[in-house]
């Protein structure tokens, strides 16, 4: 018998930090098969997805402040470790699972989902795919992805580059399917406000998206934090806002060994400068220039048709991510932002990115609701799982990603994974969090000082 969908699907989605979670969640009400999240609901009914949400216990968990400023509600949420995960799997009934990790851990989940799903036809599509823009590791990452039914491609130049990747290698690359970044959307910019600031009137706003690791130096993050600082004084009328992922101690996807918070109190902004948290789209309702080095969030504004501009100051680089914007238009420095430049985007690349503001957004997940559906319908159940790596083609490498989720080259725990069958206690949750606040503290103060005693 074929895995029945019911009225509304169940769908689980596993998530190792705030940002990934987003993207999962999301990508799980849009790519639900049946009615869309998007679809009014008539008085009475329930519309979309059922989803449950898992939070991969590691570094990057997001506290419940990063998960509110987030937004995204799930039908129930909860910490597991990866073997934790795996027997909620085990007894789970679900028709979707989206994979929402790093690829290592994507790795880990799809090998020890193939034991634990072993001989049983009836289990859930796996999806997986990438939070944003794909810059680096490319090969890495994506091999690291193969083995799910569906990899997510953000765009038709990331599904063509997907494509190439696997068949380079011999992998079938039948799994790629195109879809877009799930969180765009939001009203399109109406054009500039009174930068006077009459009353009644809210100023121009001049919105700058910083990063956790890019740049990831102090000098160039001084630099960028100065040049902003600089701005606001220039443009008293300008209100000038940076906005931050986390507050110092936090995590995310990325680790954030300086964050800003720290640096801006050497200095003293003028009073139309600030620090300002929250949901991305929120902040682009008040946005009229978008300034970024490479973050996601230069999408979601171009998308929306909002002033951006990707910051050349620190040079094109693969290592800042921004050279993935050559092409686009948007290129450019603080002198010629100061000097009152504003790019404008190139359509066609604009097109290529998925984030076109033409309409056809609404129909970007079209195709993948129809391989869920039509694999939910196959005949005799999905087949085994079956990812590039195996302990034949990659015994030097699986063996090591396995082992960093406690599982064994066959995707079995290893003895003495850490597991649970309830919530741990009282002393279980200080150590957990003493441990947490350790890491942290090293990679924010720790790291920073034997690096720099290195460059003596």
Aim: hydrophobic fraction near 40%.
């Amino acid at each position: 018998m074929p895995v029945s969908t019911p009225k509304r699907p169940r769908i689980a989605v596993l998530a190792d930090s705030d940002t990934r979670w987003k993207w999962g969640a999301l990508t799980a009400a849009r790519i639900a098969p049946g009615p869309s999240m998007e679809t009014a609901p008539r008085e009475g009914a329930q519309v979309g997805p059922l989803v449950d949400g898992f939070l991969l216990r590691g570094r990057a968990t997001p506290t419940p402040r990063q998960l509110e400023e987030v937004g995204v509600r799930a039908d129930s949420l909860r910490e597991v470790t990866a073997v934790e995960f795996l027997r909620a799997m085990a007894e789970g009934s679900y028709d979707v699972l989206v994979l929402s990790l790093v690829g290592g851990g994507v790795q880990a989940m799809l090998h020890g989902l193939g034991r634990v799903w072993e001989n049983r036809p009836e289990r859930p599509v796996v999806v997986t795919g990438y939070v944003g823009v794909v810059y680096e590791k490319l090969a890495d990452g994506l091999l690291l992805r193969h083995g799910a039914d569906l990899v997510l491609a953000n765009s038709r130049q990331d599904a063509d580059r997907f494509r190439a990747v696997y068949e380079g290698v011999g992998a079938d690359a039948s799994a790629v399917t195109e879809v877009a970044l799930p969180f765009l959307g939001g009203a399109p910019y109406e054009g500039e406000h009174d930068p006077s600031a009459q009353q009644g009137r809210r100023p121009y706003t001049v919105v700058f998206a910083a990063q956790p690791s890019v740049p990831e130096n102090r000098k160039d993050r001084t630099y960028l934090l100065n040049r902003l600082v600089q701005h606001a004084r220039r443009h008293p009328e300008r209100e000038v806002l940076l906005k931050l992922r986390s507050k110092p101690g936090e995590h995310t996807t990325h680790i954030e060994e300086l964050p800003y918070q720290k640096l801006v109190q050497r200095l003293d902004p003028p009073a139309n400068f600030r620090l300002v948290y929250g949901n991305m789209g929120e902040v682009l309702d008040r946005t009229d220039l978008l300034v970024t080095v490479s973050s996601t969030a230069a999408l979601e504004s171009l998308h929306r048709r909002v002033p951006t501009v990707v910051l050349t100051d620190l040079g094109i680089r693969e290592s800042l991510g921004n050279h993935h914007f050559v092409g686009s238009g948007c290129l450019a420095s603080w002198d010629q932002l100061d000097a009152g430049h504003r790019p404008v985007p190139d359509e066609e690349w604009v097109a290529r990115q998925g984030v076109a503001a033409d309409g056809s957004y609404d129909s970007a997940f079209d195709a993948a609701r129809e391989r869920i559906a039509k694999l939910l319908g196959r005949p005799g159940g999905l087949p085994p799982l079956t990812p590039y790596y195996t302990p034949v083609t990659a015994p030097g490498y699986l063996p090591g990603i396995l082992a960093r989720h406690h599982l064994g080259p066959d995707g079995t725990p290893l003895p003495g994974a850490p597991a649970a069958d309830k919530e741990p206690g009282p002393v279980r949750q200080i150590v957990r969090r003493a441990a947490r606040g350790a890491y942290r503290h090293g990679v924010q103060r720790v790291a920073p000082v034997i690096r720099r005693m290195g460059e003596l």
